[in-house]
């Protein structure tokens, strides 16, 4: 590793949450986006998007998460687009797409179930773009759009149960 440190992720998500949990999520998913080390990331992708999951879940159970701080995120994620005109990545999941990012972002409060399932859809349709994708550039930039898409379906989900909103699919259970 030509002398650098080697710190465990769990270690570092721990000391990073004891500081400032919000910050903590916003910084890790950072470090793993500016690190660009993609290959490894790539199979680890899921369980890490499942882990800020559940921490936001925390977050959510101790009042953190406001609509001023999903606002704060939302705009965070989609700094920078990446243009459509492909096999599964069409112009028109890149519309779809960014009109919700856009409606999220400038009010959170219209947020729906049904965003996040077309967030999750997204997510899906980006990695089988990004499985067709031979151009490493290319590739690159679709999946840190996936990052970005699963963090703001993530966030979502968390903030809809924050307000109390449950799945449809759970309001039928007693």
């Known amino acids: ?14 000391i990073l949450l004891s500081q400032a949990p919000l910050a903590a999520v916003i910084i890790l998913v950072l470090i793993l986006y500016a690190e660009r080390k993609f290959n490894v990331v790539e199979n680890r992708l899921e369980s ?10 925390v977050l959510l159970s101790r ?10 995120l939302s705009l965070i994620l989609p700094s920078s687009r ?3 005109g492909s096999r599964y990545y069409t112009k028109d999941v890149e519309r779809r797409l960014y009109e919700i ?10 947020a ?3 965003d996040v399932l077309e967030l999750e859809r997204i997510y899906d349709v980006l990695w089988d773009e990004i499985d067709a994708t031979r151009d490493r550039k290319r590739r ?7 990052v970005k898409v699963k963090v703001m379906a993530v966030m979502t ?6 307000r109390g909103v449950m799945p449809p699919w759970v309001k039928g259970r007693s």
């Open 48 to 57: 890490m998007l499942n882990f800020n999951e559940a921490l936001l879940l």
């Open 101 to 110: 990012i856009d409606r999220l972002t400038s009010d959170p409060r219209t």
């Open 140 to 146: 690159r930039e679709l999946i840190a759009l996936s």
């Open 112 to 114: 729906t179930w049904d």
């Open 157 to 162: 989900r968390v903030y809809l149960i924050g």
């Open 82 to 84: 990446v243009s459509a």
């Open 63 to 72: 009042g953190v998460i406001s609509d001023s701080e999903y606002r704060l």
């Open 1 to 14: 590793m030509g002398g650098s440190v080697a710190i465990d992720i769990t270690t570092l998500v721990s």
